[in-house]
């Protein structure tokens, strides 16, 4: 078997370990692992915008389509000042897998624009968007590639590349975009899904387990769409929310954090933090060893690491950020006996509902929240049934038999289509 060409210092590169060690359980062909070991297509791009002082400034941003062998490619779009070409690709690989293990008809695909979003004006991150948007007309669509909200972009920038690309081509075109807003063609659901999706993960876990939710000490690392609506979701049903964290930093309560008054302190604050929160204050590294039964890491990639996997007190981690943990990390962490709910499996409630807003664009008919919420849990509980059996035919930790069943999957589509030459 090949090893990966990547050096392992790269995202894209570390990411390839659990790749490589499904892949052997698989005993996937010298051909296959290399086709599947290749971006489709990696786009940069130069983006002239107009500061609100009149100056040009030139970002460059990135998309990333990983594999179209089960459908058009779906993933976010991220601005923050880390994203580059290698990372995009990283999440891009992830979104591929991500989608094949909860079965959606889409490939795998990724985009980000290097730059602070907390430094730009609304009307400059509108600018930057559209021309971002534009720039990619010839490469997203409905049936092409679909993107849709990640870190540090949201709703409304959905609306405005939906708008772009829709006066670019004279045609409403809802579906080249997930996670609008509700009155632009948006779901029921969306905005909720990726927490709701954690929740429905760990509720499936614990049941396996034997064991309920009521009066678990759940620590969430990070506090955007994914960390504040899973504490949220995850107390709402009976957990207790011992610590949080932000930009900012830690906040603990060994008697529990009213997760209201968090989203309420942060919502009110100018960029959204926890800033001046009532709690005990804790360090972000500090925060992923407190005392606790789930840990659920909200934030960006290599969190939990060979230097703090062997401290965490969680027994089940859910990982709500995508590549949270180092694949050093994730052997300690098995070795501990701790159950992880991976990413490609605990975050996909985010692009089932995607997936859903999709489906209601191209129909024209959109559904009640609850039937949004009641075909998520279904789909989710199904494929991590299909996971759980997985790993234990195999032998093998969650990660490994999500990686298992979605490569299978994307295989059997390149199998059944051929490759064209
Ligand atoms: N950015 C989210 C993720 O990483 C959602 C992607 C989507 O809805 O296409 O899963």
Redesign the pocket.
Known sequence: MPTSHQPDSSVFGEAMHFFDAAAQRLNLTSSMYRILTHPSRQVIISIPFARDNGEFEVYTGYRVQYSSARGPG?????YHPNVTLDEVTA?AF??TW?CAVVDLP?GGA?GGVTCDPNVLSLSELERLTRRYAADLIEIIGPDKD??????NTNPQTMAWIMDTVSMHLRAHTPAVV??KPLNVGGSRG?VE??GRGVMIAIEAALEKMNKSLKGMRVVVQGFGNVGSISAKLLSDAGAKIVGISDVTGGYHNPKGIDIAAALEHANKSAHRTLDGFAADRVSNAQLLELDCDILVPAALENQLTEKNARKIKASLIAEGA?GPTTPEADALLSEGGITVIPDILA??G??????FEWVQNRMGYYWREKEVNDRLRDLLRENFDVVWDTGKEYGTTLRGAAYVVAIKRVVDAYMTRGIYA
């Open positions: 779906k993933g976010g779009i991220r999440l992830w979104m991500k889409f990724k679909v993107p849709a909200p990640d870190v997930t996670g969306r899904a990726t995508n975050n996909a985010g692009v089932t509902v995607s997936y």
